[in-house]
């Protein structure tokens, strides 16, 4: 236990910039500001995102992840991943829709309460990516869902996705 | 990776299952693959392959069958070896094989509600069945086991899940506190990958492969290059061999820092996951300074790797891993010092060696259980050997021995890849081989150690040198079930500890 404090105090809140020739993220911190800006105008304080895998590989969840590891930390700017559709302003979906799938993205966004918005993240889920053509993919989400916003990459690193949030919050 | 190591019995159907058990008892290797490819345009066949592990002679040994395409069946194999189950249930759906006597023969990844019946993708004259054609509801319930009896109460989980995480269903069997019974059922992340890949030409199929499963991407790559070169015999120059070993432990170092962390958020404990977090961030950052790549995507290519690590990527490789291995250093003192962490996690979620063994376990999960099963100390001695590796081991198979393992193949990835940097100092020359490309026929085992357990892919080529067959086998496949077995008996709340414990691969085990 001693140990335990020891080390936490020790290390404060955040233990070390990632990016050492850039130091410690500056521009995340401008992004960061202008975002919390943004969502306090038009969501009240917290923007909530419920995230739905339809067949990614699994970097997209893992850069999603990221963004919310103390490095990048989105938390803080007042977005927040949610374990129910219930309590969510916006789907992000990931993966090019297995035919599995498509009954229980469609049911998750069914139970998400209006006004509701659809954000697709990585490039399989604009229209299959890779995957477009074969026998148990869709052409992506929009064959499923009314789409908002994009965000490009595979997979978009933490950065991109604060900075595409900052993009679609602007819209 | 250069090898010759495939040895291929033919025999006929009749002698198939004598000969497999053969095999399984006298290697004590359980079935690494089990696979179909329909040769019914050239001989009227399907070839059935089942292949098994030599751990002692360093190679592969595969029996091999014909039955006749037009009445595709056979006796089942599962019936004496269940490691042979799943297996089998992936060919009757994907070819419409008929395995007499199977104990199980349920769908696996093609679910009844939306894949209609007589649709068979992996055959070569396989048309996607119409828009709307479905299988006839009194067909389309899939059949979970059902444990019943007073008190008994079922929980269904899923596929949507409450974190960021891939879809999968499980469903629980409960008596009061204790869960009695488990089952998965997965498929849900299935895209059609081994379809996709035919008729590919190999170099292009590379960056399809590491699109496979995100968090092996480089694992994915390497295994499939693997293959091909050994089709191509194509020598891989001793200096892409050991970068491809590099990475392969950089790849199994931010998962393994992943997995820390989740064990430890797993029973409530976020601080440590925090920290985990940094440490992983850090890898991955490190990865993309490196090659451009976070996860290590567009590195591997056929003959070789893409570019060469520089010399003050070293440098900064060997900085950002004494930085990474003191915070796991700190890491583990904080897990192993926290009594309440460690209640949770010893003796929780035990997967028995004998039952381990059984399910045809691989991997790190088997390694906590007592299993020596690496291939990292059966393959490339020339590259483990000379750096002195030995496999992590542990016995309880609970969540902690699989912690465990994993604090300390960090370490042993850290040792590795030091060497592995100090051996690539005193080499010089292109990492690549400079190759005329001339399509070629032939069929191969590509493997490597990935961060889970063994990823085996089989290929074949055509003429045209065009991918005809590639069967893919992720060490999530059988690792699910080794989940199911460990959580009996434990209660319900210890299922997500136990499954990050496993931290088993959605879209690896449905392709």
């Known amino acids: 236990m001693k140990s335990i404090l020891r080390i936490k105090l020790k290390k404060g809140t955040l233990s070390r910039p990632i990016h050492p020739e850039k130091g410690l993220l500056p521009e995340i911190e401008v992004m960061g500001a202008e975002l919390r800006k943004k969502i306090k105008e038009r969501f009240g304080r917290s923007f909530h995102i419920r995230e739905v895998d339809t067949g990614s590989c699994g970097a997209c969840e893992s850069e999603i992840i990221a963004a919310t590891s103390p490095i990048y930390d989105i938390q803080r700017f007042g977005i927040d991943f949610v374990a129910s559709p219930r309590h969510a302003d916006a789907l992000l979906v990931t993966g090019p829709v297995s035919k599995n799938m498509a009954a229980a993205l469609r049911k998750t966004y069914e139970a998400m309460p209006e006004p509701k918005f659809v954000i697709t993240l990585g490039d399989c889920a604009k229209g299959g990516g890779a995957f477009k053509g074969s026998y148990y993919v869709s052409g992506g989400v929009k064959e499923v869902l009314p789409v908002d916003f994009h965000i490009l990459g595979c997979p978009p690193s933490p950065e991109n996705i604060v900075k595409a949030l900052l993009v679609f919050l602007g819209k | ?511």
């Open chain 2, 1 to 511: 990776m250069e090898r010759k190591n495939e040895i291929y019995i033919d025999i006929e159907p009749g002698r198939f299952t004598e000969e497999c058990l053969g095999l399984h008892k006298r290697l004590e290797s359980p079935v690494m693959a089990y696979f179909a490819e329909d040769l019914r345009k050239e001989s009227g066949v399907f070839r059935i392959y089942c292949v098994f592990l030599d751990r002692k002679a360093g190679r592969w040994e595969a029996v091999r069958t014909n039955i006749p395409g037009d009445d595709p069946k056979m006796p089942s194999l599962a019936k004496e070896m269940y490691s042979a189950s799943l297996f089998e249930r992936e060919m009757a759906e994907m070819f419409g094989i008929y395995f007499e006597g199977s104990p199980d023969s349920r769908r696996l990844v093609l679910h009844e509600e939306v894949w209609p019946e007589g649709y068979y993708p992996l055959r070569k004259d396989f048309a996607p069945p119409a828009p709307g054609l479905k299988t006839p509801v009194e067909r389309s319930e899939y059949r979970f086991k059902r444990v019943e009896g007073e008190g008994i109460f079922e929980v269904p989980v899923g596929p949507v899940h409450a974190g960021i995480i891939g879809p999968g269903h499980f469903r629980f069997s409960a008596a009061g506190e204790p869960i009695i019974n488990l089952e998965t059922r997965l498929g849900f992340t299935h895209r059609g990958v081994e379809k996709m890949l035919e008729g590919m030409d190999a170099r292009d199929a590379v960056s399809l492969t590491e699109k496979i499963a995100g968090d092996s991407a480089f694992a994915y790559s390497c295994a499939f290059c693997g293959g091909i070169e050994k089709i191509y015999d194509i020598r891989v120059p001793g200096k892409a061999k050991m970068i491809r070993a590099l990475f392969l432990e950089m790849e199994r170092m931010y998962n393994h820092a992943n997995d820390i962390g989740g064990i430890a958020t797993d029973v409530g404990f976020s601080f440590p996951n925090a920290l985990a977090s940094v440490i992983k961030e850090g890898l991955l950052a490190l990865n993309g300074k490196l090659t451009g790549s976070r996860y290590l995507k567009g590195v591997n290519r056929i003959g070789g790797i893409a570019a060469d690590i520089s010399t003050e990527g070293k440098a900064l490789l060997l900085k950002s891993l004494d930085t990474a291995q003191k915070d796991l250093g700190e890491l583990r003192e904080i897990l192993h010092s926290s009594i309440s962490f460690m209640d949770r996690v010893d003796n929780t979620g035990i997967l028995k060696k004998k039952t381990a063994a059984d399910l045809g376990i691989t991997g790190l999960a088997a390694r906590a259980s007592g299993i020596r099963s690496d291939l990292r100390s059966v393959f490339d001695g020339d590259i483990y050997e000379a750096c002195g590796f030995k496999p992590a081991m542990e016995e309880d198979g609970d969540v902690l021995a699989r912690l465990d393992v994993r604090l300390n193949e960090f370490d042993a990835s850290v040792w590795l890849i030091k060497k592995l940097t100090a051996m690539l100092g005193n080499l010089s020359g292109p990492p690549e081989t400079e190759t005329k490309w001339e399509p070629k026929e032939g069929f191969s085992i590509g493997c490597v150690e990935a961060w889970r357990g063994p990823l085996v892919i089989w290929v074949r080529t055509g003429k045209d040198g065009r991918i005809e067959r590639c069967k893919i086998v992720d060490p999530s496949f059988r690792n699910w079930q080794g989940l199911c077995f460990s959580v009996i008996g434990d209660i319900i709340p210890d299922f997500p500890l136990c499954n990050k414990s496993f931290d088993l691969s959605y879209p690896g085990n449905d392709l």
